[in-house]
């Protein structure tokens, strides 16, 4: 066990060098020049000197790298170019946003996902299972961002439930928490919809598998059945696309963070990219690499806890 | 005091603790915003965003601009221009203080304009700096500017934002921290959310019907900004993004609907410098295919005005030379088939803004029909401001130009990304800059707009107008904006 983790954190750690690397390349090869972006169209040529001079742009690529990497070591992750503030504290603002709506919505997704799957299966070919296959397929066509306007118009505009868009901050935990629901679940809806297939067809495989049937047989209810056979069997596939799916949710708060105005990590990383601040989009992509690796590390956690068998891949 | 005055006192102080309430409540005031700033330093980043918000509620400048492009008295109460137009004596507004309590003078006026002068200044509109010789502070309430040359547009140019008046002290943290001298004082920013000014109680113009709290809210999405308008989340929302949603909001009667002009003048801009654009009947050929009427049908829903030159069609010295190229595709055939550039491949290169990726298509299929085989290039603004604007890597494009008297654009030289080079413009621009006599300035504006039509340097299209969506119990607002900056102690509920 101790062999896997080590292995799993130097995965991580090369993950993160390599991500960074590849950053570093594309934002210098991308056509853009920061200090352009700063000062505008109207500017002086001499001014765009001065603060590319300022900003420390003309130094040699592999210089600025290096000693990226070296101070981003100590925990110092460069100053942002175009907020003027360390990368890690515009990070740190933004961080109260994105991680609770990216747990919510992991956990509105599996939940929905499995309570809906689980029931479509049980009544397989039934209307039941029926409607739950037409809805999960419009789930599947509509897009995260579009379903987030039609929550909006819904809750925040029609009914005046919720509100709109924006965040309050956690100083008024009701307000914060009233703020990320719509958000959750036009996140959590679309990735739910995919899920409630897989939990369904996974179902459905084992039940047809024999020691289902015998353990019918043997006169276990139907109930104890799925609990303790068909339910475990059933979830390593089901954890596997969970793990891919995490990836994506991460990656759709860009666009929800944007829809719902939300002060995020997926809103800071547009701007970052749009505004050429290499240090933050730096940062940013490393946070987004580490969330989906150690997303892959705890899925295999979840898959020798569900099946000791294969404890084996740990070693 | 008796039993009938203390009733009568109580009634009183209640009637007026419950006014101060009312006043409390309506008191605050929240405006929606597409862009947000990255910083709040107007002398250090471009973004419009930052101007809007800053500029003239947090910071002054020594003079300022009415709705109507005016020149008005701001930190400056007044001052006088020598008889050559090179010297302006401003005599400064007395009992200033910056809203860290520190004192405004005149030193202060001279730290500012030194510092955007420098060799390495990082102002964003150096520019503006530019024809200064010295600035010169002989007491605590007089600044002395002299000129190298006269400057047609000095009074309304150090009116900008670019040009607000700083503390030494304050200068470099004014980014995150701004402090300036305004009628708001900054409050509180969380960024990608929201910002807070509150109203300077100690400012000369304090009124006490100014609105105590303005917030604005970052809202990028057009989609969104229309729910939260709907919502009454946001009580304003001076620059919409979405002109086909304004039909709805003129039809709900808790909103005004808004729609004036900016100095924004929309242009296909053709790269000057290079094939095919370097042949005029090409050019020509362009401005008589292009139906600026279905463009902006199209692109804007009808809102905004035709231009057939690059000026603002507010202004006193305007002329309308639309009809100077009229809609021919026949004469635009002709014309692109006498210079043999038919069927040749162009690039139309369209940045992010709405009103560039919706007028492409439509300028797409106008060009056709005279002949041009236009193909488009969706590009990000980071792409487009460094390999069309700087590196003049394209053929056609589209862009706003927002910033006031922006003939000289055309004086820019070979370098700037007009790519147009024209020593009789040149000429012409320096006999604009230099004229000090108001009505001599007027016909050489007339002159400079009717030479860039003659030239039909690129294709003129429409006037960016302003389309805002308000509270119908607001007012005070500017419907039309002269400049990027947006005065906030102006606003009242009704």
């Known amino acids: 066990m101790t062999a896997f983790l080590l292995r799993r954190f130097a995965t991580l750690v090369l993950t993160l060098l390599a991500v960074s690397a590849v950053v570093f390349a594309i934002m210098n090869v991308l056509p853009g020049d920061p200090a352009l972006v700063i000062l505008g169209i109207d500017s002086t040529p001499e001014a765009q000197a001065a603060l590319r001079e300022q ?139 995919i899920l409630t297939r897989i939990v369904r067809s996974s179902v459905l495989d084992v039940m047809r598998l024999d020691y289902v049937r015998t353990a019918r047989a043997k006169g276990l209810s139907r109930n104890a059945v799925y609990r303790r056979h068909v339910l475990p069997n059933a979830l390593i596939p089901i954890i596997t696309i969970v793990g891919l799916q995490v990836a994506n949710l991460v990656t759709g708060t860009i666009v929800i963070e944007n829809v719902f105005s939300l002060p995020g990590l997926g809103r800071l990383l547009f701007q970052a990219i749009a505004n050429r601040d290499l240090f933050l989009v730096q940062a940013l992509v490393l946070l987004f690499a580490a969330a989906v690796v150690i997303a892959n590390f705890l899925v295999d956690i979840a898959y020798v806890v569900i099946d000791p068998r294969l404890e084996g891949r740990l070693e | 005091m008796t039993r009938s005055d203390f009733v009568a006192t109580s009634i009183a102080a209640f009637c007026l603790l419950a006014s101060a309430a009312g006043a409390q409540a309506q008191s605050s005031v929240t405006i929606g915003m597409q862009q947000e700033p990255t910083v709040l330093d107007p002398t250090a980043d471009a973004t419009a965003a930052i101007d809007t918000i800053t500029a003239h509620n947090i910071f002054e400048s020594l003079t300022t601009v009415s709705e109507s492009g005016e020149v008005l008295p701001a930190l400056a109460d007044s001052w006088t221009v020598s008889e050559d137009g090179k010297t302006y004596t401003f005599d400064l507004a007395e009992g200033v203080t910056f809203h860290d309590g520190s004192a405004f003078d005149s030193a202060d006026v001279k730290f500012t304009f030194d510092r955007a002068m420098a060799e390495d200044s990082v102002n964003p509109s150096k520019k503006i700096f530019q024809p200064i010789d010295s600035v010169a502070a002989p007491d605590a309430d007089t600044v002395v500017i002299t000129l190298k040359d006269p400057d047609a547009f000095f009074l309304f140019n150090i009116a900008q934002g670019d040009a607000s008046i700083v503390a030494p002290e304050t200068a470099a943290s004014n980014k995150t921290e701004p402090v300036g001298t305004g009628p708001y004082k900054f409050d509180s920013w969380t ?304």
Do not use: C
């Open chain 1, 55 to 193: 900003l420390g742009l003309n130094a040699p690529l592999a210089t600025r790298y290096l000693d990226w990497i070296g101070a981003a070591l100590t925990g110092d992750f460069g100053i942002s170019y175009s907020y003027d503030l360390p990368v890690s504290t515009l990070v740190l603002e933004r961080l109260p946003v994105t991680l609770p709506l990216a747990l919510a919505a992991t956990l509105l997704m599996a939940v929905a996902a499995i309570g809906l799957g689980l029931f479509a299966a049980m009544r397989h070919g039934r209307p039941g299972d029926w409607g739950i296959m037409v809805l999960s397929q419009v789930g599947i066509a509509i897009p995260a961002f579009w379903l987030g306007i039609l929550l909006i118009i819904l809750f925040a505009v029609t009914l005046r439930a919720l509100p709109p868009g924006g965040f309050p901050g956690w100083d008024e935990p009701l307000a914060a928490i009233r703020a990320l629901i719509l958000p959750a679940a036009a996140l959590a809806l679309v990735q739910a919809a």
């Open chain 2, 191 to 494: 960024r990608g959310d929201r910002l807070t000014l509150k109203a300077n109680t100690d400012h000369r113009d304090h009124a006490p019907e100014v609105i105590d709290t303005v917030t604005f809210r970052f809202v990028a999405d057009p989609a969104a900004a229309v729910a939260a308008l709907m919502a009454e989340d946001i009580d304003a929302f001076p620059g919409m993004p979405a002109p086909e949603t304004l039909e709805q909001f003129k039809a709900d009667p808790r909103f005004t609907v808004a729609v004036g002009t900016t100095e924004g003048e929309i242009i296909l801009a053709l790269n000057n410098a290079k094939p095919p654009f370097n042949d005029i009947r090409v050019r020509r050929a362009i401005n008589h295919a292009l139906d600026r009427d279905a463009i902006i049908e199209g692109a804007y829903f009808g809102y905004g005005e035709p231009i057939g030159s690059f000026f603002p069609p507010h202004h006193k010295s305007y002329v309308d030379l639309t009809g100077r190229y009229p809609h021919d595709v026949e004469k635009a055939r002709a014309l692109v088939a006498e210079a043999g550039v038919a069927g040749e491949p162009i690039t139309l290169r369209l940045p992010h803004f709405p009103y560039a990726r919706r007028s492409g298509e439509i300028i797409q299929s106008q060009l056709a029909k005279a002949g041009l085989d236009v193909k488009i290039e969706n590009v990000e603004w980071a792409f487009w401001i460094d390999e069309v604007y700087r590196n003049l890597n394209y053929d056609m494009t589209i862009i706003a130009h927002t910033s006031p008297n922006d003939l000289n654009n055309f004086a820019r030289g070979p370098e700037y990304f007009y790519g147009y080079d024209n020593p009789e413009f040149n000429d012409l621009w320096e006999r604009i800059r230099t004229e000090s006599d108001p009505e001599k300035l007027d016909a050489l504006l007339k002159e400079g707009q009717r030479f860039v039509t003659e030239e039909a340097v690129h294709g003129f299209l429409f006037q960016l107008p302003k389309l805002g969506v308000y509270d119908k119990d607001l007012s005070g607002y500017w419907t039309s904006s002269p400049v990027l900056f947006a005065p906030l102690n102006q606003l009242r509920w009704n």
